[in-house]
């Protein structure tokens, strides 16, 4: 499963950006989209993630700003990033699961797209 990641870039404080991920090969079922990001010298977290049934997950420091949705019939995940803050800078990883068949299932990442908030 190959997903394909877009709308990162450069934005001032307080601007917004949305991100864009979308699934692609065989699947015979795909359950949970989500983001997670890194920033230079620290580990990789959780932005948000997403159900096949809608249910929201949220890393504490982006609530209220971020939001999460997807759209099943185009296996497509956004992420509508508001306020955005100096420390939201990182690279931005799209990730999915689900079971190519079956039996088979998978775990995901994209490439990841660069997110930088400056002025």
């Known amino acids: 499963v190959q997903l394909v990641e877009s709308g990162g870039g450069l934005v001032q404080p307080g601007g917004s950006l949305r991100l864009s991920c979308a699934a692609s090969?065989?699947?015979?079922?795909?359950?949970?989209m989500g983001w997670y990001r890194q920033a230079p010298g620290k580990q990789r977290e959780l932005v948000a993630f997403?159900?096949?049934?809608?249910?929201?997950n949220y890393g504490d420091s982006v609530k209220g700003r971020f939001t999460i949705s997807r759209i099943n019939a185009q296996d497509t995940v956004y992420l509508q990033m508001n306020s955005l803050k100096h420390e939201d800078t990182a690279v931005y990883y799209c990730?999915?699961?689900?079971?190519?068949?079956?039996?088979?299932?998978?775990?995901?990442w994209g490439q990841g797209t660069q997110v930088t908030v400056s002025s």
């Open positions: 090969g065989t699947m015979f079922r795909l359950n949970g």
């Open positions: 997403i159900t096949s049934a809608a249910t929201t």
């Open positions: 990730n999915a699961q689900g079971y190519k068949t079956s039996m088979e299932p998978f775990d995901s």
